[in-house]
């Protein structure tokens, strides 16, 4: 018995040792009713850099409408970590539902997460806001009315690049993607447009996630004579490339085009990301009022300059708040009349969230990995910005026309 | 006996009052862990009563879980149609996989059921026409208890689904284990040696029951692809294998209730402490770590010992 008490004092002992850690502690407010916002959030494993971006950006917002709220009544997020797995995922986001009774669920990480939540929010009638999600389906063949997507999608992102490319002297394209569903989808749509521009795709191949030699790959790039390499690999893949390709010289012969170009690997590769191009969702080197501020009160609370998903996030909640502003009250129904159709000023310009498929319409970005001595790592520099409607798909689709 | 047949009645009259005792997230939750529960208690078939330990179960309860999603997603039957629809499937596919890996014992045996449960995950994985690949099959719907008959869509209903499930499965497991071919798989588990030179051969009893184990996992995951709305590569994966010997070690081996309790305690402590800290993995490994050193036959195990003891 003197056993099992000793397990009990352990088991209390590591509980109450991480409830008493401020930064885990949740905010409790006295009166009023606070509107709850569910984060369930990649916190660990192979995808947390995303929902930790989510995580610094709710943190923001949190700070910047601290005292005001919404209506007049304080914001409570609550996060829950999901691990990347999408069983947790949809638990975590039922506990926050049917628990903590948010009414708003975002900060969703992956797109197989994001898929299986959303899924479950008609039945729950709760809000399904992305602000990371790529996955073209989800405003197609997934779509319900709970579903808003503020962050740019895989196929925008795609399409940016590709009408950057179509005006570039570079003819030759190779496209490189993670065998798994956001690389094919991405390679899929990159193919569409380029051949569409009138350019050639000379080689198409998928290597495994998580592959750590990309000596073969780099090979056949080289051999193919390709002007250009459409990249679609995740996080650790793409910075492993890029160092490679440039041990072997081939970032001179070969343009790097990224799929999305990330501070992150920016930061992880270095110099020798300098010269990559790629879309962006959002460039934090955009040079509008709002944004300068933004980037300044963020680096001012994290230390750090926002990655993509910190801005695009940090869009999404503002955009939420002002919505739920104009509709009077956190009724989901009544939020959803209000944010179709409405517009918000956001940081890089200006958005719209159409009614049809619920996507928000604006600007798409071509950028370059630059080195600028005022940053420690490379930064994105803006090559050419396109209007939302040249950008986004038509409705409930993942083509262009 | 009769002590255990109290405690059974006592567990049934509890989990028949749930639903009008707990709140509605915590029914939830209790379904969750029940769906679990039958996964573990699978496992302990196979691990506890005849001492093979399996790396690779939780390919059975995804096969389950892909076949219960596509049965109610394309073709909208009734939920017990998804039901037998993954048992079976686990079932047919455990009958190779077990034909060749019961050749083997021990950490051979571990070996190979790991490799087949990757292999089938890979082809979950990649198989995107029909498994959505790495995206899973999301909006998998709670239809019908039968055609034409009532909606399981309330959490009740859905709630007594899965608990009739579980505690048919149980009995079933306990009359398996207590016949004539369970002592047989026991005693393989003591002596295979000593039951080969009595004139039997072990493989037929250790094939059977694998396949078994299978169809309980299969029904498991079959629950919950409709439960959870969808089903992805993640539940065939090591991982969710590995956590699975998790919940029946601290459940207690070879009790088929111990690591039904031992998935809710499991479960239940992630719960817990991954809304406090992203670092909740080092907790449960402690715990873990805890139950191996000072509970060495898991919580029902020590259990008995403490009301053996008297």
Redesign the interface.
Known sequence: ?R??D??QV??AG??GA??G?PA?LRRTWAQGGPIKIGMPAA??GAY?QYGIQAKRAAELFSKDIKGKGILGRPVEFIY??T?G????A???A??L???DGVKFLTGVAL??EA??V???CP?WKVIFMSTING?G?LTAK?WHRYFFRVNTSGPMGARAISLYLAESPMKRFFALGS????G?DSVGSFTTQITAAKKDIVGTDYPPVGTKDFASYIAKIRQSRADGVYLALPGQDATIYLKQAHQFGLNREVKPIMEILELENMKAVGDAMVGAIGSSRYPFTVDTPRNREFVKRFHDLHGVYPDMFDGETYEGLEWLAQVITKAGTDDVDKVIEAWEDSSYDGLEGPFFMRKCDHQAVQLGFAVEAVKDPKYPHPIPKILATYPGEKVTPKCRTEEFS | MTRSRVLGLAALVALVVMPWVLARHQLSLLTDLLIFGLFAMSLDLIMGYTGMVSFGHAAYFGLGAYASALVLLDFAQPVPVALLAGALLAGVVALPVGWFSTRATGIYFAMLTLAFAQLLYTVAYKWRDVTGGSDGIAGVPKTALFWGGPGLASPQAFYFLVAACVVLSLVLSLAVVGSPFGRALQAIRENERRFTSLGRDPRPFKLVVFVLAAVFAGLAGALFAPFRGFASPEVMFWVFSGQGLMMVIIGGIGTLVGPILGAMVFILIQEVLSSYTEHWMIFTGAVFVLIVIFLPGGLVGTARRLGARG
């Open positions: 018995m056993r099992r000793f397990l352990a088991v590591g509980v991480t409830l850690v885990f916190l660990s947390a829950e970590d691990a797995d999408p069983a947790t949809v638990r975590k039922q506990k539902v049917e628990k797109s197989s898929l299986a959303s899924a479950k039945e996955a389906a997934a065998d798994y569903a956001w094919r």
